[in-house]
Each structure stands twice: as C-alpha cells, then as structure tokens.
C-alpha cells in the first residue's frame, strides 16, 4: 500500500514546472491527482499522461486565477472531473503552487501588475482555501508554495516577493485556526528551480551558472527537488508538523 491510496489532491498550477513535479509525485504515492492549469491545456493534459503513463490516475481542470470569479470557476471544473472519476467532492490535500511572476523593480512597478500578482498570487489561495474548507478532510493537509524571496531581499521583483510574504503570513494563521480539524499548513519555498518562470534569467550558460552558485551544491533546482518535500509534508510521516516555513533552496543565501 502506498503512503497516499484512497486521498484526492488538488495541486494548482500542475500543467508545468514545479506544479507538475509535485502532481507527479503524489500520483506516484498513490493519490487521485486534480491537475489544475490556467490556460495551457496541452501542458495540463500532458501531466496526466505523464502520471497515466507511470500507472497513476490524474485528471486535468481549467481556471484562470485572475478572474473575479475564480474560485466558482475552479470548484465547478474540479467538481466535473471528480465526478467523471466517479469521486466525491471530499479531497484530503490542497497545494497552491500556481503563481504569477514579474513585478519588476519599484521604479518600474504599475497598480496593474500590483492588482493582478497579488490577485493569482494571495487571493486566489486564500479564497480556495476559505471555499474549500467544508470539504478538506479532518487529518487533512495544505501546502503552500513561498519563495527564499520572502526571507532574503529580491529588490528585482519586489511585488512577487511580496505576495509570497503573504503567503508566509497565511500560513501561520491558518494552521493554528486548522490545527483542531488536525489540518497540517506548511509553507515550502523554493529558491532557483529550472521552470518557464525564469527560462529567461538562464538564457546563457554565464547566468545559468550565476543562479546555480547560489545554491552550496551549485546547481539549479529540479521540480523534484521541490516535489519530494511537498511528499513529506503531506505524508502521514509530517503529522507533528504545521504552521512551517520550510526552505528548499538547496543550501541557497546561507
Ligand atoms: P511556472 O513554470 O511558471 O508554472 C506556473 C503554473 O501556474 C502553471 O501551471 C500555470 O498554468 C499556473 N498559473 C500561472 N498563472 C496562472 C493564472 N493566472 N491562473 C491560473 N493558473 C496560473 O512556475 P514554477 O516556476 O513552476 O513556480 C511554481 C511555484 O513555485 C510558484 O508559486 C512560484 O512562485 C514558486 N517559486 C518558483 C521558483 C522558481 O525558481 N521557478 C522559485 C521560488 C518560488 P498554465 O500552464 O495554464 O499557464
């Protein structure tokens, strides 16, 4: 029996990067994944095949997390595909990884790209969860994705590191409100992992090496890297731990 038979999990943002390395390794411990992508569908579908394709079971749902009525929109897609796996509504873990990057410096910030990072970024966790709580199971768990960004200064992109610093705050609020239902919230933040979110800042091998020295095993992080401390947490094993801020950045900013 693997750690996870019998759970439902919802992981945000799964059609890429670390989204789907995370989607990847629940499946493989055993839970139905719900594979949640905001506009790319074909990146969507392609983590269940991914998950299929290793013997799990996974299925894709769409929902912009910019829109005002976002968290209709993602229950009611959820809710189709659970149905079609013939599941309940219940589910017993919820990451939200998806997120929006790119605010920029200070000088180049706009009350536009403001409104929307902390739209996708903070009130789309925080509402999912607020809509979600009737149906997450006692026992159950919650991830966050953060950033090292909150607790080492990223002036580059200071509304981005922003948000996560609400999602930080989030965290420790909601895990002592859950703890009674026996609901784990843990923060896990990653430093530089190689996804789409930062192609650009390893355009060369100079700057890919640049972000790689961060890090005291100088190299960039894998989804995996990330995926297998999301396992732990909302593993059985991670039970007497909640309310964390947990680093994941390889040893970065030490
Ligand atoms: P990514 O490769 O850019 O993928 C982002 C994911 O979020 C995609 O699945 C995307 O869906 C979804 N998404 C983005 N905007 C959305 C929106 N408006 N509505 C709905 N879904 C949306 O990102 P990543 O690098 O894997 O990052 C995952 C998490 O790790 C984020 O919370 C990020 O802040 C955090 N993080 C990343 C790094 C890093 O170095 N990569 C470092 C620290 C923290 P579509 O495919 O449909 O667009």
Redesign the pocket.
């Known amino acids: 029996m693997s750690a996870l038979d019998g759970r439902t999990a919802i992981v ?10 995370i989607a990847e390794r629940l499946a493989r411990d055993g839970a139905l994944v719900a594979v ?6 074909a ?2 579908r392609e983590t269940v095949k991914i998950i299929e394709e290793a013997g799990g079971r996974a299925f894709a749902f ?6 005002p009525d ?1 968290v209709d929109t993602f229950y009611a897609a959820l809710d189709a595909g659970l149905a079609e796996q013939g599941a309940g509504p219940g589910f017993d873990i919820l990451v ?6 790119g605010s920029g410096r200070i000088h180049q910030l706009t009350t536009e790209v403001f409104d ?1 990072l902390f ?3 903070v009130k ?1 966790p925080l509402f999912l969860i607020q809509r979600g709580l009737d149906r997450l199971a006692d026992g159950g768990r919650i991830v966050n ?5 909150t607790r080492h200064a990223f002036p580059n992109s200071v509304t ?1 590191a922003m ?2 610093g609400a ?1 930080d705050t989030m965290t420790l609020a909601l895990a002592q409100e859950l703890g009674p239902r026996g609901i784990t919230v843990n923060t896990v ?10 192609a650009r800042r390893r355009a060369t091998p100079e700057a890919s090496a640049a972000l790689a020295a961060h890090s005291v095993f100088n190299r ?2 894998t ?1 995996a890297d ?1 995926a297998d401390v999301v396992g732990f947490l909302v593993s059985d094993d991670a039970r007497w731990v909640t309310g964390q801020y947990v680093d994941a ?1 390889g040893g970065s900013w030490l």
């Open positions: 945000t943002g799964a059609s890429r990067g670390i989204g789907r390395g949640h992508y905001g506009s790319n569908e990146a969507g769409r929902a912009e997390l910019e829109a976002a939200n990884n998806a997120a929006a990057s929307r739209a996708i970024n789309a994705i953060s950033s090292a960004a981005y948000t996560k999602v933040a990653p430093g530089y992992v190689a996804t789409d979110m930062n960039i992080g989804p990330v950045t």
